[in-house]
């Protein structure tokens, strides 16, 4: 069971190049999270799904966008990267959105915009 | 606004005890979680309060006071790969969880 996945691993971006970022979870889980981790600061949520079919925004959601076509999927999708969107990326998955739900994360992408 | 305070690092004897301290100010409580995050890894689940008082799991405890706005994270017999960040996140009134900088705790021999 591999749980939940991210790909790529690392990536270095022009500035202005358009990227998404990959998520699966294969655990089955209703609500799913896009956080960024910057030094010296909190994971801030970027966007999340609570359910299949619907999103919602985060405390960050400012040139991102998101997707969840299927249970499975979270795509987090840069339209056109700044050098501020330099960061580790998570993505997470619970079983559901309300209190007592443990949030299950995935390795992390480390993005770098030039 | 919604804030997390917890120290930005803390340094330990291997063997001993540590406590880490979490203060908050959020809008509405869902509950209170601490994680661990080793170096360039994934954050992972340790525990979870809700009610006051002190959960025990192993040779970590996790206490709360809502009235206080505060929580603290027990390590006993402290191991070296006990090296690592440890994150507060208090789950708000809309069930988003609002996360701590971290603690980095630093393990000596």
């Known amino acids: 069971i591999a749980g939940i996945t991210q790909a790529p691993t690392s990536q270095i971006l022009a500035a202005g190049r358009r990227m998404t970022l990959r998520c699966t979870q294969d655990?089955?889980?209703?609500?799913m999270y896009w956080y960024r981790q910057d030094l010296g600061l909190g994971l801030r949520l970027i966007h999340y799904?609570?359910?299949?079919?619907?999103?919602g925004k985060g405390e960050v959601p400012d040139g991102y966008s998101v997707s969840r076509a299927n249970t499975d999927d979270f795509p987090l999708t840069l339209a056109s990267a700044v050098p501020s969107q330099t960061s580790v990326y998570f993505c997470?998955?619970?079983?559901?959105?309300?209190?007592?739900?443990?949030?299950?994360f995935g390795p992390g992408t480390r993005l770098t915009v030039l | 606004g919604q804030n997390i305070d917890q120290p930005t690092e803390m340094t330990a004897t291997e063997g001993a005890i540590v406590q880490i301290n979490c203060t908050y100010q959020?809008?509405?409580?869902?509950?209170l979680f601490w994680y661990q995050q080793h170096a360039g890894e994934a954050p992972t689940f340790l525990s979870y309060?809700?009610l006051d008082g002190l959960e025990e799991k192993g040779r970590f405890s996790s206490f709360l006071s809502r009235s206080k706005g505060y929580s603290y994270l027990l390590l006993k017999e402290l191991q070296m790969k006990d090296s690592a960040s440890y994150l507060c996140?208090?789950?708000?009134?809309?069930?988003?969880?609002?996360w701590g900088a971290g603690t980095k705790l630093i393990i000596k021999p």
């Open positions: 655990m089955r889980h209703n609500a």
């Open positions: 997470a998955s619970s079983e559901g959105s309300g209190h007592n739900n443990e949030q299950f």
């Open positions: 959020t809008s509405g409580f869902n509950g």
């Open positions: 309060n809700v």
């Open positions: 799904s609570n359910t299949a079919g619907t999103t």
């Open positions: 996140a208090v789950m708000d009134s809309n069930y988003q969880l609002i």
